[in-house]
């Protein structure tokens, strides 16, 4: 078991894979299971019910199969999760039929383990998780993508608005360019969504290699905007309160 350990670790190391996580869970089942059959047959009393069990390998099935068909469903189970890969280590996955969210840390021989983004650990069954439909962003993806919206005065000037806010999304370092001809358009495009009340409303998209990538680069790009669009005179729209006192007549 140490010696199986460190060649799983060594591996792990280089590339951390879902389905090596679960081929060593079943490695070390199969290690036990094998540890128990010889130590049993070491011994006089247990050496004649072990034969006696591997001969009867038909009576050993059924027993099996109804005293653990939960328990097979989650192994198979488990081979087809690590098998077909709808998820890895490390992705960010939504379970929407279980109300579910977080990262997935973890596949074992029963169970896929998910830590949630308040550091808590679900630990979902693999029939359960096999079942569901499972949201996942990076799933045959190299990237992902979210909305920016922001609003401008009537006052200020559109196009300079459109260019500045162009620029700061393309020169931010974690967007990525989507194009499949780099040559061709501009590596961020930034469209007027509506005319609203009380502004203009530009919108473009944020791409990212990951969600959070795409978290942060939301996050520091909303602050850059706003820092270059004072620079440039552009105005960001906020509700007003004009205080009017009425003085009595003397």
């Not at 390998?57 to 189970?77: C, E, K, M, N």
């Not at 194009?179 to 409303?201: F, H, M, Y």
Request: hydrophobic fraction near 40%.
């Amino acid at each position: 078991m140490f010696a199986l350990n460190k060649i799983f670790g060594m591996i792990l190391k280089r590339k951390e894979q879902i389905h090596i996580k679960f081929l060593r869970s079943i490695s070390k089942v199969i290690l036990s299971v094998i540890a128990c059959i010889s130590v049993s047959g070491l011994f006089t009393t247990t050496k004649a019910l072990s034969a006696t069990l591997l001969t009867s390998s038909s009576l050993l099935v059924a027993i099996v199969g109804f005293a653990a068909q939960q328990v097979l469903a989650d192994v198979i189970s488990g081979v087809m999760l690590s098998w077909s890969r709808p998820f890895n280590l490390g992705e960010k996955v939504n379970i929407s039929t279980l109300g579910i969210s977080g990262i997935v840390e973890d596949l074992t021989v029963r169970h896929t383990v998910i830590r949630t983004y308040h550091n808590s650990r679900m630990i979902i069954p693999n029939s359960v998780i096999n079942k569901a439909i499972v949201e996942n962003s990076n799933y045959n993806n190299d990237y992902i993508g979210n909305y920016m919206e922001i609003s401008i005065s009537y006052e200020s000037d559109l196009d300079k608005a459109i260019e500045v806010m162009r620029e700061t999304i393309e020169s931010y370092p974690l967007v990525v360019d989507v194009r499949q001809d780099k040559e061709t358009g501009n590596k961020v495009n930034v469209s007027v969504k509506e005319l609203g009340a009380s502004g203009i409303v530009l919108k473009s998209t944020v791409w990212t290699k990951n969600i959070d990538d795409n978290f942060t680069a939301c996050s520091d790009i909303r602050r850059l905007l706003k820092r270059n669009f004072e620079a440039e005179g552009i105005s960001i729209p906020y509700p007003h309160v004009h205080v009017v006192e009425d003085k009595p007549e003397d």
